[in-house]
């Protein structure tokens, strides 16, 4: 019970309005509710509730568990051999698992566990390994829905491995960077690092989701500057993409994107075709004024003016419907939430902890201000959804898990707070 002191529950209360706020609106949008697969009753709004108990109980569960077994070999978390000891400077005791080993002549000590390569030499390695599986198996098995293969479906739900890959990354990249953390000055430790990432990157443009790509893109670019990486490598790397953009503009990009791209610098190009959601986007939330038109009274919303209202255009019906003053509560909320990460990655212990907790900071940041940036026309549309807002069973629970990581993180600090 000591530790849950420690718990966050202003972040948690956030998380709650945060997700209550997105049930409402996904309300709103999906009203007069219409069954689901399967016969589950209450359509859309019904599946999202669903989706968040079971975000929350995970968050919860995740919370309760040392992060720092992330950095274990996996076939050592449960060895015999684990204890608790004091840690040198800490406050309080610490959970430490030392790692079950042997001795082979001419070869000196080495993890029984890290004889299996599939494990590596901690959990982060399978982890990334799932990771890779479950985007390549959505490849070729994965559901088509508006020309993108992303989801394989189940009996009665869609599981998106795209969203899951977006925290598989964040904790791959911050136990890779926290054991380099002395040598992120070297180019080889930034190609790693960048090796990593471009290998989902790929994987995710293939189904095709332009927008999970530049958010895992985002995650690395964030992570590796929050870990120290020399300007120079940034610089590096910025100065081969500029000097490839013919390149990616030619091969690289899909007629869909290239074609969003142009209706971003003008909507009125083609007007009933990729651009209708532009305009329709503006109208909604310019019409909305101060207090909106009300929940359920949103004309572009409620005669459907703006398709798929209910993903990554929910922004736009949030202006509609709440106004000015639900979009400035909505922003309001974010901010708490995102402040509370920071927090965490400050008082974290150790750089496992701050990486891991920055990434997901980071990783927050651009998806929501990414969306709302497209909704409100100052960018292409990518197809991103707004955090906890849009409908998404994969992403709210995606995202709750990288909560209950940041709460397991702040649960174990050491610091002294004043």
């Known amino acids: 019970?000591?530790?849950?002191?420690k718990f966050d529950f202003i972040l948690f209360l956030v998380t709650l309005l945060l997700v209550g706020y997105g049930l409402v609106l996904i309300y709103s949008v999906t009203y007069p509710p219409t069954p689901g697969p399967g016969g589950l009753p209450g359509g859309l709004v019904f599946r999202q509730a669903v989706y968040a108990v079971v975000g929350l109980i995970l968050l919860l569960l995740v919370s309760s568990v040392d992060y720092q077994v992330l950095a274990y070999n996996p076939l050592d978390i449960f060895s015999p051999t684990r204890r608790r000891r004091e840690e040198p400077g800490g406050i309080g005791p610490s959970l430490h698992y030392e790692q079950y080993s042997t001795v082979v002549p001419n070869r000196g000590r080495f993890?029984?566990?890290?004889?299996?390569?599939?494990?590596g030499e901690?959990?982060?390695?399978?982890?990334?390994?799932?990771?890779?599986?479950l985007l390549v198996l959505v490849d070729i098995i994965g559901r088509v829905s508006y020309g993108a293969q992303r989801a394989i479906s189940l009996e009665l739900f869609d599981v998106q491995p795209s969203e899951l890959a977006k925290l598989l990354l964040v904790i791959t990249l911050a136990k890779f960077l926290a054991d380099h953390?002395?040598?992120?000055?070297?180019?080889?430790?930034?190609?790693?690092?960048?090796?990593?990432?471009?290998?989902?990157?790929?994987?995710?443009?293939?189904?095709?989701?332009?927008g999970t790509a530049l958010i895992l893109a985002a995650i690395w670019l964030g992570m590796i500057f929050l870990a120290g990486a020399p300007l120079r490598h940034l610089a590096l790397l910025a100065g081969a993409a500029i000097m490839s953009t013919p390149l990616i503009w030619q091969y690289g990009l899909q007629d869909y994107h290239r074609q969003r791209i142009l209706t971003f610098l003008d909507p009125l190009r083609d007007p009933l075709g990729e651009g209708y959601n532009v305009i329709q986007s503006r109208i909604s939330v310019g019409s909305g004024g101060l207090f909106g038109r009300g929940l359920l009274s949103g004309t572009q919303s409620q005669l459907h003016f703006l398709r798929v209202q209910y993903s990554e255009y929910i922004f736009s019906v949030l202006g509609e419907e709440l106004g000015f003053v639900g979009a400035l509560l909505l922003l309001l909320l974010f901010a708490i939430l995102i402040f509370r990460g920071l927090r965490i990655?400050?008082?974290?212990?150790?750089?496992?902890?701050?990486?891991?907790?920055?990434?997901?900071?980071?990783?927050?940041?651009?998806?929501?201000?990414?969306?709302?940036?497209m909704n409100v026309g100052l960018l292409p549309v990518a197809g991103i959804t707004l955090p906890f807002i849009s409908y998404g069973g994969s992403s709210l629970v995606t995202?709750?898990?990288?909560?209950?990581?940041?709460?397991?993180?702040?649960?174990?600090?050491?610091?002294?707070?004043?």
């Open 1 to 5: 019970m000591k530790l849950w002191r």
């Open 111 to 119: 993890d029984v566990a890290g004889t299996l390569w599939l494990f």
């Open 122 to 133: 901690s959990i982060s390695h399978p982890l990334y390994l799932v990771n890779i599986a």
């Open 181 to 210: 953390r002395q040598e992120i000055g070297q180019l080889r430790v930034f190609l790693a690092s960048l090796l990593q990432a471009i290998i989902p990157i790929v994987l995710v443009l293939l189904q095709p989701d332009l």
């Open 345 to 373: 990655a400050s008082l974290a212990q150790d750089d496992l902890g701050r990486l891991a907790a920055g990434g997901i900071a980071v990783w927050l940041i651009f998806q929501f201000c990414a969306n709302v940036g």
């Open 399 to 418: 995202i709750l898990l990288a909560l209950g990581l940041w709460q397991s993180i702040l649960m174990r600090h050491k610091r002294l707070e004043f």
